[in-house]
Structures are given as structure tokens and as C-alpha cells.
């Protein structure tokens, strides 16, 4: 990470924090509201080498979800960043899809520290767990994973990183953090925010500091994420000459790639993760 962003984080002693969650949530989340079950993919894990493992990480070891084709590797290797709701049955689906095409997928329960979100009932409670970790933390842990990931049939040269909605903000921070990140892919992360003991800096703080190209995919309709602060961010990116492309889909609302919520748009989702999958595969092999 660059120097005045590392400077402006707090210092967390990760050895003193338990950890509150001890496994990741069995099926689909109950915070983001109802399943909809009849447009949520179900990828199989045959041919693949799928399922929990465990992290060591400061204070202890974190749960993750693991998915890659089955052999030795190496495999090029994508962090996948969770959501608000934790490392549930969507996001590990992710980690297959992209097991399927070839790539080592890992999503890591970068909220144990502060809760258990397989207890969590509702979006309020989910956004009051995610208001408590701080980015640092986030990165440190990252950091954890992907060394792990090298160690375990994964490529360290070849590290992508993608993310959805609070994960979508830690893809632009953490490519600006890891220079060994070769691509990150950001799905609907906010781009501004005030800055706080927890989030010193946001991705409009950080775009000169990029490490490696991102591509943006958005929703034109996004509530929580207004247009403006999309052109804001290109600016940024321009001003420091960094790569810079965006996809805003018109009349898309936010978390319109999660098939499991009545957010989902099929035709822009499927037309967002072509574009993410061609992006890897011409930054990542």
C-alpha cells in the first residue's frame, strides 16, 4: 500500500481480536431478505477441488471458501470479496464459476473478527457488522489469503481480485494496495465516502495509487451510488493517467449480478460477468 494511505490507517492489534465466527453460513444468507430460488445458479463442483479451508492469519486462523480445478496448478489465483452478508452460498458459487474456467477462486470471512454473520437476520444488522472492520484489517487479511493461495496451487504471479458491493470498494484498495495484483474487477463499490478512523481513504482517494487496471461494472439506477460519483472517479483515474474503463448499465439497479435477489438483471449480469471473465483472461491468462 502506498505510505500516506497505510499512514492514515489505524493500528489494529489483530493477535488481541477473537474471532466470532467459527464457520461460513450454509446456504444462502437471510439478511439480504427472501431467496429467489428460481434465478439463483447452482454451479456443481464436479472437477473440482471445492469446499472450507482455514487461513492463518493475525489472531488465529479464518474460514474461507476455496474452489479450483482439481490437480497441481499452479492455478492463476482471483480473491473473491464477499458482499455485506458474508461468504454465503452466492459467493461461493462465484468461486466455482471461476474454478470452472480454470482459475484458483478463494473468499475469505473477512468479517470473523467482528461477527458471526450466520446469525444475522437483516440488512441493517449486516451493514452494522460490515461499519466495524476496518480497512487494515481487511487488507492484512487479504494479504494472508493470497500468500496462502501461492502455497497451494494457486500462481502469485498471476493474482486477480474481484468484489460485490462492500467488496467491490475493497477491490479498488486493495489494487491499489498489492502490487502484485495483475487485475481486479469492481462490481458496484462505492467510490467516495468521508473519511473515518476505520476508512481513512476510498477508491476516489487512492486512484492515483493503483497498482493495477480495474474494471468497473455499474448499475445506472444504483440507489446507493449516484452517476456522479461514477464521473468522479474517472476524472481521478484520468487526472493519473490510469486505466480507466466503466460499464454503467442503464435502468440497473445496485447488486444486479446477485441471482439469489430480486435485484438481479439477468441480461446485464450475464453481459457483466463476460466482461469480467474476457478481462481476467487477457490480464491474468
Known amino acids: 500500500m502506498n505510505a500516506d494511505l497505510l499512514s492514515l490507517m489505524p493500528k489494529v492489534d ?10 461460513l453460513i450454509t446456504g444462502f444468507t437471510v439478511a439480504a431478505g427472501p431467496v429467489m430460488a428460481q434465478t439463483a445458479i447452482r454451479t456443481d463442483a464436479s472437477g473440482l477441488n ?23 496448478g499452479p492455478f492463476p489465483t482471483i480473491l473473491v470479496v464477499q458482499e455485506i452478508f458474508g461468504v ?36 441493517p444488522a449486516a451493514q452494522a457488522v460490515a461499519a466495524k472492520v476496518p480497512d487494515a484489517q481487511v487488507m492484512a487479511d487479504l494479504d494472508a489469503t493470497a ?23 475493497i477491490t479498488w484498495l486493495y489494487s491499489a494496495h498489492n ?34 487496471p480495474v474494471l468497473g461494472l455499474y448499475g445506472g439506477a444504483d440507489q446507493g451510488i449516484p452517476n456522479a460519483t ?9 487526472a493519473a493517467k490510469k486505466f480507466n ?23 446485464q449480469a450475464e453481459d457483466a460477468w463476460g466482461k469480467a471473465v474476457a478481462f481476467f483472461k487477457l490480464h491474468l491468462g
Not at 15 to 22: E, H, I, K, V
Not at 88 to 96: G, L
Not at 182 to 190: E, I, Q
Not at 250 to 255: E, I, V
Open 14 to 23: 489483530f493477535s488481541r481480536r477473537g474471532f466470532m465466527a467459527t464457520s
Open 230 to 238: 461514477v464521473d468522479q472517479m474517472k476524472a481521478a483515474l484520468d
Open 88 to 123: 454465503h452460498e452466492y459467493i461461493k458459487d462465484t468461486c466455482r464459476r471461476f474454478a470452472k474456467l480454470g482459475y484458483q477462486a478463494i473468499a475469505s470471512d473477512l468479517f470473523a473478527r467482528q461477527g458471526d454473520m450466520s446469525k444475522v437476520t437483516d440488512i
Open 147 to 169: 500468500a496462502w493461495a501461492a502455497k497451494n496451487g494457486g500462481n502469485p504471479n498471476r493474482l486477480g481480485i474481484t468484489g460485490f458491493c462492500w467488496g467491490g470498494r
Open 179 to 212: 502490487p502484485k495484483v495483475k487485475a481486479g474487477v469492481a462490481w458496484y463499490g462505492r467510490l467516495i465516502g468521508n473519511a473515518s478512523e476505520l476508512t481513512p481513504k476510498h477508491p476516489v482517494d487512492i486512484a492515483k495509487d493503483l497498482k493495477a
Open 50 to 72: 471445492a469446499g472450507e479451508v482455514d487461513i492463518p492469519v493475525q489472531g488465529g486462523m479464518m474460514k474461507a471458501y476455496r474452489a479450483q480445478p482439481a490437480g497441481a
Open 245 to 267: 474503463v466503466f460499464y454503467v448499465y442503464p435502468d440497473t439497479p445496485h447488486a444486479f449480478h446477485a441471482d439469489y435477489r430480486p435485484s438481479y438483471r439477468k441480461e
